[in-house]
């Protein structure tokens, strides 16, 4: 059985799951919701770094939804092929294409430069990314 631990993050409560060899972000729906419509990502390209568990994920493809793309990268190759199966099994693999790469070491594909109306990094040190493919609205943090 999974562990789960809550934490607060401004007033809302962002679960924790630990699943064997790692731990999944549980996005509280609220918290999502208004990074979402803080960004109003509606039928846009949006870049993500930091897939991890692929919960923030699920809620951007459903804004998304049914003309947008999510493009999301995560520097560890298990945790990419996991996500991209799980968003398969969900029905959102039209909408999310999934790729391993160190977006901090590596910066983002250059044949995504400019192709994005949102970025969200859940990185480290999401100040270490550089590049044409940074657009004006981002939400760059670490959690």
């Known amino acids: 059985?999974?562990?789960?631990?809550?934490?607060?993050?401004?007033?809302?409560?962002?679960?924790?799951?630990?699943?064997?060899?790692?731990f999944r972000k549980l996005w509280a729906p609220v918290l999502a919701s208004h990074l979402i419509l803080q960004v109003q990502i509606l039928?846009?390209?949006?870049?993500?770094?930091?897939?991890?568990?692929?919960?923030?994920?699920?809620?951007?493809?459903?804004?998304?939804?049914?003309?947008?793309h999510v493009h999301t990268f995560d520097f560890h190759q298990k945790r990419a092929e996991e996500a991209?199966?799980?968003?398969?099994?969900?029905?959102?693999?039209?909408?999310?294409?999934?790729?391993?790469?160190?977006?901090?070491?590596h910066g983002f594909p250059e044949d995504l430069h400019g192709s994005a109306d949102a970025l969200f990094l859940d990185l480290p040190g999401p100040w270490n990314v550089r590049g044409p493919a940074l657009p004006h609205q981002a939400i760059i943090g670490s959690m």
């Open 1 to 22: 059985m999974p562990h789960v631990l809550a934490s607060h993050v401004n007033n809302n409560v962002l679960l924790v799951q630990y699943q064997g060899d790692r």
């Open 43 to 68: 039928d846009c390209a949006v870049l993500e770094s930091g897939t991890g568990s692929g919960s923030l994920t699920h809620s951007l493809a459903r804004a998304v939804a049914p003309s947008g």
């Open 84 to 105: 991209a199966a799980e968003f398969a099994r969900h029905g959102l693999g039209q909408l999310v294409t999934v790729q391993h790469r160190n977006i901090e070491a």
